[in-house]
Nanobody, 122 residues
């Protein structure tokens, strides 16, 4: 059974940092991504990474502030989020795909986690 379990969300003040984790189990994946959805908005791409080679892809809105990384031994992907602001408030979802490209389109991903809430207070 494939599972993606996110953790690390919470409440943080503007300018602060959080690190999200996504532990994958049940099969191996070729690439992982993070997406987010704010209230009343569509789900949007945040970052993605390939398991081998570690090719990364970022949304313009998070470049220079967020870093995606992976630990192959732990089958876990991380999203380090720095300089957070109120526009980063959203439910963050981890996603996985079987093909080795760091895609930004949500419909290219095969599996999804349940999400973790990130709230940035100003």
């Amino acid at each position: 059974q494939v599972q993606l379990v996110e953790s690390g969300g919470g409440l943080v003040q503007a300018g602060g940092s959080l690190r999200l984790s996504c532990a994958a189990s049940g099969r191996t994946f070729a690439a992982m991504g993070w997406f987010r959805q704010a209230p009343g908005k569509e789900r949007e791409f945040v970052a993605a990474i390939t398991w081998s080679g570690g090719t990364t892809n970022y949304a313009d809105s998070v470049k220079g502030r967020f870093t995606i990384s992976r630990d192959n031994a732990k089958n876990t992907v991380y999203l380090q989020m720095n300089s957070l602001n109120s526009e980063d408030t959203a439910v963050y979802y981890c996603a996985a795909r079987r093909f080795p490209t760091a895609q930004s389109r949500a419909d290219f991903y095969d599996y999804w986690g349940q999400g973790t809430q990130v709230t940035v207070s100003s």
